[in-house]
């Protein structure tokens, strides 16, 4: 069945029956989400496709890093190339890794100084995240660059009231700890939160097996990571605050190569993110601005020299350095109750520099965004959003984008309509301009990456709103992709690719301790010459279930399957890309409150210690069960 026919389908199944469905009760706020319009939002009038996973979620699902909450979110899959600290890399409707726009609190968090500026997720602990919010579709009208595939923000927790905090601690059966804590409240117009987190994995090979021969050498590849954030805030008058992020990673990552134990590979790396925001509203809140200027830096050095095991060719000492220095000036306008607009500048310059084995290189590139998107709310319940975006950048010249989109709320029977069209970009990283080589070198005339995607779908509530349903359909064809063509000397614009699907969630709560979630996603994505894109599975899907048979009881299970993708071979005489085995993943959490505040909580990964690779010649965990305690004041 094609998506076009399963999407159908699904429409009629959908059709709003008014004797089942109900209104929203009197007196509950809608759901808000930012990302989606770059403003406080009304889920009800955001015309694209949002998730919103919020702290208390994570919480529930003892998810520790934000990929593994990605993990659950239709339209998104992640690869991690092993355990705790190894790359791991998201692909959002079939987009390519680094076509993502990925933020905390309005910093761009890519790395200038990658290969392709692609996020790696494996170092992003959940603690201290107030949420995170996933908008999927290009989405460059109100982001500028990298937002082919859509934006991943995720946002940090404001202090408020007397002062409060909380700690966490937790031991894995193969030693990793992970620990985390808080201190935050506010005192008269100062509000903060300081949090501490970590984690430290003893690790096990990420080297297949089937690599090994019997009685050949096996390494530990160990990982370490200790992350500090802050949030503070003060209201300088009734109408304006200012307030400082920032956020410290430091990490250390053993590594392995292909099929090949290696214990002399390691990376560290220290990131360090700032952001300074002053915010307004005035003029009886008809006029909000935003100016805010932020400060990256990320430092990574990668350390390999030869041994008994591996005695060439991967010997290397390299050090890069990414910094990025942005400037954004946003406004809110409440032209009148049908027509707001919201408008602003965008400035980003980054810096990149490297030295591999004595091989020095380096770059930068500016960038200056002028964008603005008109909502209109007609008739009360008709949503019309209509953006333009025009980016100056001082290498490759000027690119314009555009999205519209439009949802329609049946409020008598809770149904709801939405569809949206937009077009994207993705500026060349600078390693694709400037980087050094005669294999797949940069290329200064490089332009950037296009995609033009599209998307319509329904959603319905029932139950008072006890159970939603939705359905969506995507489209998304990607042009002027970079690749490195024969014969192999540097990198071009020659590839065109295009990906489609339905994405699929139905979220119940039949009973007041019960809870159920259940995502599904169907994509096909493939070059232009129908070579399939590696590492989006064609199948996800995935199950969350929570029971509450006591006061102070939570019992939990997911459960996510994949199937259906494929990737690039990495065994000697085989075929260039393969499909590689489908594989099922089950996990249980506990947690039991032995008193107010305090709380003893398990879980268990990879309960069927399923054998899979994610990508192709890297082991994922096996089986594993942490227990841990958490107490508040």
Same mark, same amino acid.
């Given at each position: ?48 496709? *949002?998730? *919103? ?12 890093? *934000? ?20 790359? @791991? @890399? ?78 966490? %601690?937790?031991?894995? %059966? ?106 307004? %509203? ?88 002028? &964008? ?48 949206? &069209? ?40 029932? &139950?008072?709103?006890?159970? $939603? ?9 990607? $042009? ?21 699907? *339905? ?16 995502? &599904? ?7 232009? %010459? ?29 459960? $996510? ?73």
């Amino acid at each position: 069945m094609t998506p076009i026919r399963r999407f159908l389908l699904a429409v009629l199944l959908l059709v709003p029956f008014p004797a089942l469905a109900q209104t929203e009760p009197v007196g509950m706020a809608p759901e808000v989400v930012v990302t989606a319009d770059r403003v406080p939002t009304p889920m009800s009038k955001v015309t694209g496709s *949002v998730t *919103v996973v919020t702290n208390e979620e994570m919480q529930r699902q003892q998810w520790r890093t *934000v990929q593994e909450v990605l993990r659950y979110v239709p339209g998104v899959s992640v690869q991690q190339s092993g355990g705790p600290g190894t790359q @791991s @890399s998201v692909f959002v409707r079939g987009a390519n890794s680094n076509q993502t726009l990925v933020l905390i609190d309005g910093v761009n968090v890519s790395d200038p100084a990658s290969g392709n500026g692609a996020v790696d997720f494996a170092h992003f602990l959940t603690e201290n995240l107030d949420r995170v919010e996933i908008v999927r579709g290009p989405m460059s009208t109100l982001y500028g660059s990298q937002a082919i595939g859509g934006v991943i923000n995720m946002v940090t927790k404001a202090g408020k009231g007397p002062m409060n905090g909380g700690a966490f %601690t937790e031991l894995g %059966t193969r030693l990793q700890t992970n620990s985390g804590g808080y201190v935050r409240g506010s005192e008269g117009r100062f509000n903060y939160n300081f949090t501490l987190g970590g984690t430290y994995a003893p690790g096990e090979t990420i080297v297949p097996g089937r690599f090994t021969p019997p009685g050949g050498y096996v390494d530990l590849d160990g990982y370490r990571n200790i992350t500090a954030a802050s949030r503070m805030g003060i209201e300088i008058d009734d109408s304006t605050n200012l307030t400082w992020f920032s956020r410290y990673i430091d990490t250390q990552t053993k590594f392995d190569q292909v099929g090949l134990e290696d214990p002399n590979a390691t990376e560290f790396s220290q990131q360090f993110f700032n952001r300074l925001e002053l915010d307004g %509203t005035y003029f009886d809140g008809r006029w909000k601005p935003v100016f805010g200027i932020s400060y990256t830096s990320i430092y990574r050095h990668d350390q390999d020299f030869a041994s008994l095991q591996n005695p060439f060719p991967f010997v290397q000492d390299a050090y890069y350095n990414g910094r990025r220095l942005q400037a954004d000036w946003k406004n809110q306008i409440g032209i009148s109750e049908m027509f707001d607009v919201v408008a602003g500048i965008d400035y980003d310059r980054s810096w990149a520099y490297s030295n591999s084995d004595g091989t020095q290189s380096w770059g930068t590139m500016a960038q200056t965004g002028f &964008y603005g998107q008109l909502r209109g709310t007609f008739f009360r319940d008709l949503t019309v959003t209509l953006g333009g975006r025009v980016d100056v950048n001082d290498i490759y010249g000027t690119v314009s984008t555009w999205r519209a989109g439009a949802t329609y709320l049946f409020r008598d029977t809770d149904t709801r309509f939405k569809g949206s &069209y937009g077009t994207a970009f993705k500026a060349p990283s600078l390693f694709e301009l400037y980087g050094g080589g005669f294999f797949c070198a940069g290329n200064p005339n490089l332009q950037p990456e296009y995609n033009r995607g599209y998307e319509f779908g329904v959603e319905q509530g029932l &139950y008072n709103k006890k159970v $939603s349903v939705g359905i969506t359909y995507f489209y998304n064809a990607f $042009s002027n992709l970079v690749q490195c063509p024969p014969p192999f000397t540097a990198l071009q614009n020659v590839a065109n690719a295009q990906s489609e699907g *339905v994405e699929a969630f139905l979220k119940m709560q039949p009973f007041n301790w019960l809870d159920l979630n259940l995502d &599904y996603t169907y994509m096909n994505a493939r070059t232009a %010459t129908n070579t399939p894109l590696v590492r989006r599975p064609q199948d996800s899907f995935s199950l969350r279930a929570e029971v509450r048979p006591w006061d102070g009881v939570r019992l939990g299970m997911g459960l $996510s399957q994949v199937s259906g993708r494929y990737d690039f071979s990495v065994a000697p005489f085989s075929p260039a890309i393969i499909q590689p085995s489908n594989y099922t993943l089950l996990r249980f959490t506990a947690a039991y409150e032995v008193r107010p505040n305090v709380e003893l909580f398990a879980r268990v990964e990879n309960v069927l210690n399923q054998s899979y690779e994610e990508p192709e010649g890297f082991q994922a965990p096996y089986i594993q069960a942490f227990a841990g305690i958490k107490g508040k004041f």
